[in-house]
Nanobody, 122 residues
């Protein structure tokens, strides 16, 4: 069983930066495709970013490209999302997810964290 715990959310102003972290309790973290998703009030959950097992490949949604950066530390079993130049429309609950599939960054994910709230004020 994989457990994922996100931290780092909070209330910030537009233009600020924030870094989300996701701690994974899984023996084979380095063999999982990892991703970040978000869900704003009244909207469907959407893909934000994903990173391959070794970190060599990443995929970012157009809405965050150039502002957000996904990374991972397999030795620490940690996933990160560096969020810069935050906008009010980035306000959402952010979820960490893990997949045992191949490199299908916007495909199905098998495990999910409980989410962390990010609120960006204008």
């Amino acid at each position: 069983q994989v457990q994922l715990v996100e931290t780092g959310g909070g209330l910030v102003q537009a233009g600020d930066s924030l870094r989300l972290s996701c701690a994974a309790s899984v023996r084979t973290f380095s063999s999982h495709l990892m991703g970040w998703f978000r869900q704003a009030p009244g909207k469907e959950r959407e893909f934000v970013a994903a990173i391959s097992w070794g970190g060599g490949s990443t995929d970012h949604a157009d809405s965050v490209k150039g502002r957000f950066i996904i990374s991972r530390d397999n030795a620490k079993k940690m996933l990160y999302l560096q969020m810069n130049s935050l906008k009010p429309e980035d306000t959402a609950v952010y979820y960490c997810a893990a997949s045992t599939q191949g490199w299908v960054p916007r495909g199905k994910y098998d495990y999910w964290g409980q989410g962390t709230q990010v609120t960006v004020s204008s």
